[in-house]
């Protein structure tokens, strides 16, 4: 946690921020050596004085080099150390905050020796001219990406759909928005045939999650709607994915509904003038003995029947319903997030999500939060000539396009079941790392959630 203080304790760890104007104050017994850093070549450094340690950073206009800054400064900092401050004023200091306490995350809910490994640092404490609502958004925030890692960092043994609808309803009471679960009896008297579709290979029942928060006076005159793929895991259906590889991970193909979910969780919380809806349908995708299967036709919410051709496709099927659903709120926007296709790796690497749609202002304001908070995206061309991959012989469409333009074929599945301005995110690069990544963790990333909280912040209707 991250905490405003009028003083720091000179005997702690500290990290000093020298802006421009070289006007943070350093105590006497480290004058000399603040004083040499400012005038020397390196952009950071530090001391170590008996169990004390000091962190020399000059600003950077470069905000993503402060988080990394901040990285850099949670690996130096011993795992026993409890207690740090920071000293320093303006954007750049927050930054360095920000990814300093986003690099103190850890998963070690399974490991025996947990209380051993983990960082002793629960507190962060901050000296400047920041106001308490600066820190208390970004306390927050935090706290949601938190959400979404672990949320994709549980296992499948823990978190089967129910229990992710729990998690979210416990998220609601906390943050005071409203949570509504549907199990399976009430998604069949919906008619959701893609959601009960792909559920049908699992002995578990799916969920259908409502959240809505809705302020006083909600700038926005009709609310935004979101939509996160919430498949559990994957284990491609009877289209089988390869083992080696490419299944351990899939516990993590539920990053769409961690994103959304921790989205309007970080959205309550900060009490934004943002009216916004949440739907989660989840399942997970297994190939048991009733599963549905390759050239089977579905009925979908809607009414469109879907040629079935890889129930590897099956995050556009789940998702297909929850979009035709959205329409009776008369949404301003759609916007979905999901760890969709692999072939968003193909397009943008593993650092980049793919965005897509047909509304320009949104899709423009979403890219432009994520070069604020630097989780950065590709805009994919959206002409309608795709549709033409998605055409069926004996179905209204089918589930996949082929070889070519996957990612933005999925995109085009979607928005024929959206009748509002739609957006389509892929996640599927930057939600998983295999490894410890700076402050994206290792793991879950919880990725999207800063950017579509910085893009509902600067929201303006």
């Known amino acids: ?5 009028n003083e720091i304790k000179e005997s702690g760890n500290i990290v000093f921020v020298f802006g421009k104007e070289g006007n943070t104050q350093v105590p006497q017994i480290v004058k000399e050596f603040a004083n040499a850093f400012v005038e020397g070549d390196k952009e950071e450094d530090f001391a170590k004085i008996g169990n004390q340690f000091l962190f020399f950073v000059k600003e950077n206009d470069n905000l993503e080099k402060m988080r990394l800054t901040g990285s850099n400064i949670r690996k130096q900092l011993d795992k026993k150390a409890e207690q740090l401050a920071v000293l320093g004023n303006g954007a750049a200091t927050l930054a360095l905050v920000e990814g300093l306490a986003l690099s103190n995350y850890q998963f070690l809910k399974y490991f025996k020796d947990a209380d051993t490994m983990k960082f002793a640092l629960e507190n962060v404490e901050v000296k400047g001219n920041f106001s308490a609502k600066q820190i208390s958004d970004l306390n927050n925030t935090i706290k949601a990406v938190y959400w979404a890692r672990t949320m994709v960092n549980e296992p499948v043994s823990f978190l089967n759909a129910t229990q992710l609808a729990n998690e979210i309803e416990a998220l609601g009471e906390e943050a005071n928005f409203s949570v509504k679960v549907l199990g399976r009896e009430a998604i069949e008297e919906l008619k959701m045939g893609g959601l009960l579709a792909v559920n049908k290979g699992s002995i ?44 351990d991970s899939m516990k993590s193909d539920m990053g769409g509904a961690a994103c959304m979910a921790g989205t309007v969780y970080a959205a309550a919380l900060n009490q934004l003038d943002v009216h916004v809806i949440g739907l989660i349908p989840a399942t997970d995708n297994r190939p048991g003995g009733n599963a549905y299967a390759p050239g089977d036709v579905i009925t979908m919410y809607d009414g469109t029947t879907i040629e079935v051709l890889n129930t590897d496709a099956e995050g556009r099927m789940i998702l297909a319903d929850a979009i035709a659903y959205a329409t009776q709120y008369d949404p301003e926007v759609i916007i979905d997030a999901a760890t969709l296709t692999g072939a968003a790796l193909v397009v943008a690497g593993t650092d980049v999500s793919c965005i897509m749609g047909n509304d320009e202002k949104v899709m423009d304001a979403i890219i432009e939060s994520g070069y604020n908070v630097h989780e950065r995206l590709a805009k994919l061309p959206f002409w309608d000539d795709y549709k033409d991959l998605l055409k069926s012989n004996i179905a209204d469409m089918k589930n996949i396009g082929g070889r070519y333009a996957g990612t933005i074929t999925a995109g085009k599945f979607l928005e024929h079941f959206a009748k509002a301005p739609y957006v389509h995110i892929d996640i599927a690069g930057p939600a998983w790392t295999e490894g410890p990544k700076d402050y994206k963790g290792n793991g879950g990333t919880g990725t999207g959630v800063r950017t579509l909280v910085n893009f509902l912040t600067n929201y303006k209707g």
């Open 1 to 5: 946690m991250i905490q405003l203080v």
């Open 204 to 247: 578990d029942q799916p969920t259908f999650t409502i959240l809505e928060y809705k302020p006083a006076n909600p700038i926005n005159k009709k609310p935004i709607v979101l939509v996160g793929k919430g498949v559990v895991y994957d284990t491609g259906g009877l289209s089988l994915k390869p083992t080696a590889g490419s299944m």
